[in-house]
């Protein structure tokens, strides 16, 4: 039964967005990924001890997911090493256990473009690669710009950035179940405006792999 209320809410949730509209899914990502996240957390007990929250997206035992993440980092780490010490990304873990892959837009997008340069794709087939074999995450793409250019227009460029990834991803053979798509802007600078170098930090790319845990399911959808 809580199947069939768990689907009905998710298309309820979903067809409140436009249907003609070619950036629903970067636009409404966050939304909709919350919404979804609250509803698994809704039906995590189907009332015989089974789980259906996790059906997509398989959830993890709380004792296991600190080294499920970290032999995950491990992975990428010794697989983006090039990129690392080339200053292209940077990969860390969060406190909340999430992986974080700090991308650089100089390497990934030419000036004003949302298409992926050429050169970057092989370091996306390896991050794709290993997020298959780590099927237990729910990852949040988030692009962010400088500030020069209106504010409206770096909005919807960092929301084509991570469309654009999140696509490339998909392509690869990530579920688009996991895959959710962020565009911030302008507003989470992490250097000054003011000068080249501090634009050059403020244009990035982030990717937060984010474990679904065992009864906490719902934050894995949270936006980071």
Avoid: W
């Avoid at 919404?35 to 929250?53: E, H, I, K, R």
């Avoid at 892959?101 to 298409?115: K, L, Q, R, T």
């Avoid at 997020?131 to 988030?142: A, E, F, G, K, S």
């Amino acid at each position: 039964m809580k199947k069939i209320v768990l689907a009905s809410l998710i298309a309820a949730t979903l067809s409140g967005c436009a249907a003609n509209d070619p950036n629903q899914k970067t636009k409404t990502g966050a939304a909709v990924g919350a919404a979804a996240g609250a509803l698994l957390g809704y039906a995590v007990d189907d009332g015989t001890g089974g789980v259906l929250a996790g059906a997509a997206v398989g959830a993890l035992a709380g004792g296991g997911v600190g080294y499920y993440m970290d032999k995950q980092q491990k992975e990428m780490e010794a697989a983006l090493a090039d990129e690392q010490a080339r200053n292209e990304l940077k990969i860390q873990q969060l406190e909340n256990e999430t992986l974080k892959i700090d991308i650089s837009s100089e390497v990934s997008f030419d000036f004003d473009s949302a298409s992926l340069k050429s050169a970057f794709t092989p370091t996306l087939n390896k991050v794709a690669d290993i997020l298959q074999r780590y099927p237990n995450t729910i990852i949040h793409v988030v692009g962010h710009t400088d500030s020069v250019g209106s504010e409206s227009y770096n909005m919807k460029l960092s929301e084509r950035r991570a469309q654009s990834v999140v696509d490339y991803l998909s392509a690869e053979g990530v579920s688009s179940d996991r895959l959710f798509a962020i565009g911030k802007g302008e507003s989470e600078p992490r250097a000054t405006n003011d000068t080249e170098a501090g634009r050059q930090l403020n244009r990035r790319v982030e990717l937060f792999v984010k474990p679904v845990i065992e009864g906490q399911e719902s934050e894995a959808y949270q936006t980071p």
